[in-house]
């Protein structure tokens, strides 16, 4: 999986997965009966900002209710799960001046925490409900992040309110499970199962209370992130096209494969798994683009075969003609001799 969400793919954070393991007070071997199916292991939970695909991560879930023998596990992961466990956009949720800006940076920003729950905001007359949409199918999984989801939410947002206002209530799109005596418990408010959307609901006036752990600087640096981010996910997709915009957009440096991780916030080692996921390694995308970019360079006649070497981050000329010649079979002086005389 990626280093960030990728656009129009359902993926999940690396770090719910962690302090998943967290809550459970899972040792190593713990970690590996979390992670037993998967091609990960207790390492891989260290790595920041990743991310794991969809059925990876269902996996994970249902290894983490049979490990806990607790069906009700994503209520209470939820209620114990801080906003700050979403990154940037829970900073800024938990920032913002009222609910009302906190559930919109919700439904504009849902897709930097891979889109598997989308926020959307409804204001009626006399209330006003934050509508989540799974984007995963509401078996015990998608029930499992739905629940944790709305534990988060719920907990925010009595600490604004209070957790006793007798306005709230939610509505969940599903059949009541076996354990959904315990729902009013950690969500503090009345529970309507089998309706036509999930949703929380308070009274209208509450969206524009103040938050009072609002703080404008840290909102306004969340919100930035929050901008940097969305803007980043429209970038290439896979990592061969990452990897390479990176190698193109940067001539002259001749990257290392620990460089390129560090860029992208992943140890090397991911990085070239990724990679190998997509049929190819780092070697061969930045042989392809150096070759690209020297072909290139040496079209141009006032260029020599000395000033594209250093042009493209080579300390010794002699370094480039090997490189060359084992890329194209032939000698960059004879390749730009035979382009001019082409011309």
């Known amino acids: 999986m990626t280093g960030q969400a990728q656009e129009g793919r359902v993926v999940f954070p690396t770090a719910y997965t962690r ?9 190593h071997k713990g970690q590996q009966l979390l992670l037993r199916g998967t091609r990960l292991g207790p390492a891989d939970l260290l790595e920041l900002n990743t991310f794991i695909d969809a059925e990876t991560q269902s996996v994970i879930v249902r290894n983490a209710l049979q490990i806990s023998h607790n069906p ?3 209520l209470r992961w939820g209620a114990n799960l801080h906003l700050a466990a979403h990154g940037p956009l829970g900073t800024l949720i938990a920032s913002s001046p009222t609910l009302g800006h906190a559930w919109k940076a919700t439904e504009k920003f849902h897709d930097i925490r891979g889109g598997f729950a989308r926020m959307e905001g409804h204001i009626a007359s006399d209330h006003f409900a934050v509508i989540i949409n799974m984007g995963i ?42 354990h959904a005596q315990q729902y ?30 609002a703080c404008a600087e840290t909102y306004a640096m969340a919100l930035a992130r929050c901008e940097q981010i969305l803007l980043e996910q429209k970038r290439p997709s896979t990592w061969s096209a990452r990897v390479t915009e990176l190698l193109r957009t940067n001539p002259g440096q001749i990257w290392t494969c620990e460089q390129v991780a560090s860029h ?21 995308l930045r042989d392809s683009e150096l070759g690209r970019q ?50």
């Not at 302090?19 to 040792?27: F, I, Y």
């Not at 418990?185 to 009072?212: D, E, Q, W």
């Open 137 to 178: 199918e509401l078996d015990e999984v998608g029930r499992f992040f739905c629940e944790a989801v709305l534990a988060t939410m719920v907990n925010h947002l009595g600490m604004i309110i209070g957790k006793s206002d007798p306005a709230l209530r939610v509505e969940l799109a599903y059949s009541a499970p076996v």
């Open 72 to 74: 009700a596990l994503g």
């Open 294 to 343: 020297a072909k290139l360079s040496l079209m141009v006649s006032t260029n020599t075969v000395e000033s594209v070497a250093l042009s493209l981050g080579y300390q010794e000329a002699s370094n480039f003609r090997r490189a060359f010649k084992r890329w194209f079979g032939i000698t960059p002086q004879d390749f730009h001799a035979e382009n001019q005389k082409g011309r």
């Open 264 to 284: 992208f916030h992943l140890s090397s080692r991911t990085l070239m798994r990724y990679l190998r996921d997509e049929n190819t390694s780092y070697q061969t």
């Open 19 to 27: 302090m998943l393991a967290r809550e459970q007070g899972l040792d």
């Open 184 to 213: 009013p418990a950690y969500l503090h408010a009345p529970c309507v199962f089998g309706k036509s959307r999930t949703k929380i609901v308070i009274p209208h006036g509450l969206a524009l209370m103040p938050n009072p752990l």
